[in-house]
């Protein structure tokens, strides 16, 4: 657990989502993860499995529910970039049922046909398929395929993920201006996969027109003048209100014409607006063998 920790300080990442993180509901967000960030988990019962996603408690986010496919190892959290994107990380065991294999499918075809902007990272331990002519040997696999070309889906992580020379670890998505500079690591870290880093495009660089905000230059205020201003006015007035919440508007109206009258404005033009700003670092690993 130490060392996902240690990963996600070093390489300063906004999200990182994790399949077979092995945790269980005894072990406790902060044991593995940084306490500024927000982690939606998904814990099997059983030895194994499970994912999980951390994202940087600055962006906005918002858990999505399971509904009827709660079974799949999987969560699904909506972002607002400042357009929603979901991002979805799924485990699919090596022996699952072909009543599993359906709900998976199920589950994607849902994601991309009512979700909008999607990112699916997962492994669902099909390394038969050939990313290249989009073929695969298994039944599950050929559906995997059919689904991702009838889609209009792409699947963007191009080398192998893990140590036999498979590629299990799958970034699928329907817009990829989404994700750039998807990039696998040389050599596993404490894990049989690799380390797959990306980043997420968080908005548009179109240019932006000119905000202004405005504040007091409390560092030119005439604080003699509005102390004594305050001293000698009269408040009984405000405190004649018959509520609390007509007392308060009243006394905030006296502060703020006082304020106004003692400390000067400035007015400061910026060509960004407040929510713009540049990729989102993030990084998906398949802990394996052994969990966090």
């Avoid at 300080?9 to 269980?24: M, N, V, Y």
């Avoid at 990112?119 to 050939?130: E, K, Q, S, T």
Wanted: glycine share 6%; aromatic share 12%; net charge negative.
């Amino acid at each position: 657990m130490s060392q996902v920790l240690s990963l996600i300080h070093s390489s300063k990442i906004d999200l990182f989502a994790c399949t077979e993180s092995w945790l269980t509901p005894l072990v406790f967000n902060k044991e593995f993860i940084p306490p500024d960030y927000l982690v939606f988990r998904y814990d099997r019962d059983s030895r194994g499995g499970g994912v999980f996603l951390a994202v940087r408690d600055n962006i906005p986010c918002s858990f999505v529910p399971p509904g009827h496919d709660s079974i799949l190892e999987q969560v699904t959290v909506t972002i607002t970039l400042p357009h929603p994107v979901t991002i979805c990380v799924m485990y699919r065991p090596p022996n699952a049922s072909s009543d599993y294999d359906t709900s998976v499918i199920n589950y994607i075809n849902y994601l991309f046909s009512t979700m909008g902007q999607v990112i699916l990272l997962g492994d669902f331990n099909a390394p038969d398929i050939d990313w290249a002519t989009l073929t695969g040997s298994s039944p599950f696999s050929n559906v995997i395929c059919d689904l991702i070309f009838h889609n209009n889906l792409d699947q963007l992580v191009n080398s192998p993920t893990h140590i036999k020379g498979n590629l299990l670890d799958l970034i699928i998505t329907n817009d990829c201006s989404l994700i750039e500079h998807v990039n696998v690591s040389s050599s596993p870290s404490f894990s049989d996969h690799f380390i797959v880093f990306f980043q997420v495009i968080s908005s548009s660089p179109r240019p932006v027109r000119p905000s202004h905000s405005s504040g007091y230059n409390y560092s030119k205020a005439d604080w003699d003048g509005l102390i004594d201003h305050l001293l000698d006015y009269d408040f009984s007035p405000c405190f004649a209100e018959s509520d609390i919440e007509s007392i308060w508007s009243s006394f905030k109206g006296v502060l703020l014409s006082s304020m106004c009258q003692f400390i000067p404005k400035f007015t400061r033009s910026s060509r960004s607006c407040p929510w713009l700003r540049g990729p989102l670092p993030g990084a998906y690993l398949g802990i394996g063998e052994g969990g966090c």
